[in-house]
């Protein structure tokens, strides 16, 4: 069997419509999922058990049911109930910031966990207010933790965000599944799908763990 | 003797604490310890020693009891409700350092000394890095001003630890157990930013195991038992020849010295 790659000069700008969809989505859903899911991250570890509770149903919620599903939910259902026909990409948003906040919420509240007791103590010690133990003192530590995590996280999204195309958004793995399907070489054309994830997915997670060590190196007390 | 004109620096009655009714740790202390006074808490490890000047700093609560400082008071609890009150303005005048040095490791050196003179007393940055960058000299640090925490040795880091409590003018320093993490080769040099402090008339209250040290420091000597004080005097007699039996026994055991 002879695999002819040439296709993808054909359809280079459909390929690179798609993949710019799939950046888009990503990076607005990292900024809101993040932001989500730091706000979720700190209602998590509140004192109030209603912001604990209501947190904690969310972050289960969507942490123990296929990103696959909430997405036909969001898409198929949130219209039903809220009455208004939402574009693909606002529905492929909401659905993608919810997985994401969930997941991060998670990031966050371990790395908030772990500024240790001692340096509450040393805040005390020092007279520090509370607002000053929040702002200067954990949060800072508790973010600085979370970025190796996070970033995790981000490539992750990136890679989940190909199950847009599974309810219709033009995203670069719907672009290389109608190219397989007119031209029936799915062997090729996925193959260069599968490459172009992975050279953006690839340089990221050694970033990761690049930054991980920096960043242990940095907090080592 | 006759009594002291000015009033005790700290004075603590009757404090209880206890972690569950099986771990009474504070069984009923009273203290009183006078201006320039620096007194050595010393002890077998779970006697209190520690739990004392955490309950000082207001970091522990306790179940009963109050401590006054320069005759205010400042921590009280009457045993009835769970609450422990706190006087955060007079708490103020304690700095306390801690056997795990507690740095914070985001803010490089000078950052530490001069979070709490910015934010708490809302001095202004410029004047407290002056006040901080010459604290650091004294303590032979200059160089490490812009250094991070995980780039000091524990020696260093401990001596940072010193100076961002002394940027707040404490007019007490309470040191727990602060040179027991530290490798045998870098004890001295934190010893002796201490010892130059006592050299200052700082009034401090020294919990430690290093007897060398505490012969050196100290101008008073507790020991500390089973939550109460066991005894009380200068060092020569309670490091030199103990009244009490336990004291004696415990001295004999950390000297390693068989009769």
Sequence with gaps: MALDFSIILRFQDALLL???????????????????????????????????????????????????????????????ILGIELSNLASGVIALTLYMGAITSETFRASLKSVGPEQLDACIALGLPRRIQVTNVILPQAVLRAIP??????????????????????DLMFVGQNISNNTAQPVEVLTIVALIYFIIAFPLTRAVSLIERRILAKLAI | MTAPITP?????????????????????????????????????????????????????????????????????????????NIDTEVRRSIGMVFQHYTLFPHLNVVENLIL??????????????????????????AAKAKAYPA????????????????????????????????????????????LQLAAQKMPMMIVTHDMWFAKNIASRVIFCAGGVVVEDGPPEQVLGSPKEERTRDFIDRVFHIRQ
């Design chain 1, 18 to 80: 798609g993949l710019w969809m799939t950046l888009k989505l990503t990076l607005i859903c990292v900024i809101l999922g993040c932001t989500l899911g730091f706000l979720v991250g700190l209602a998590r570890t509140s004192r109030s058990v209603m912001l604990r509770t209501i947190s904690g149903v969310y972050v289960d919620f969507f942490r123990g049911t296929p990103v696959l599903i909430q997405l036909f939910w969001i898409f198929f259902c949130l219209p039903l």
């Design chain 1, 149 to 170: 995590t996070l970033l995790s996280n981000c490539v992750s999204l990136f890679k989940e965000s190909a199950l847009v195309s599974a309810v219709g958004m033009a």
């Design chain 2, 8 to 84: 005790p620096l700290v004075r603590m009655q009757s404090l209880h604490k206890s972690y569950g009714p099986a771990m009474q740790v504070l069984k009923g202390l009273d203290i009183e310890m006078q201006p320039g006074e620096r007194l050595v808490v010393i002890g077998p490890s779970g006697g209190g020693k520690s739990t004392l000047l955490r309950v000082m700093m207001g970091l522990e609560k306790i179940d009963r009891g109050s401590i006054t400082f320069g005759g205010k008071p400042y921590i009280s609890s009457d045993g009835l409700d769970k609450k422990t």
């Design chain 2, 116 to 141: 709490a003179p910015c934010k708490v007393r809302k001095e202004r940055k410029s004047d407290a890095t002056e006040r901080a960058v010459g604290l650091l000299t004294r303590f032979g640090l």
């Design chain 2, 151 to 194: 780039q000091l040795s524990g020696g260093q880091k401990q001596r940072v630890a010193i100076a961002r409590a002394l940027m707040l003018d404490p007019k007490l320093m309470l040191f727990d157990e602060v040179t027991s993490a530290l490798d045998p080769e870098l004890v001295a040099e934190v010893e002796q930013v201490i």
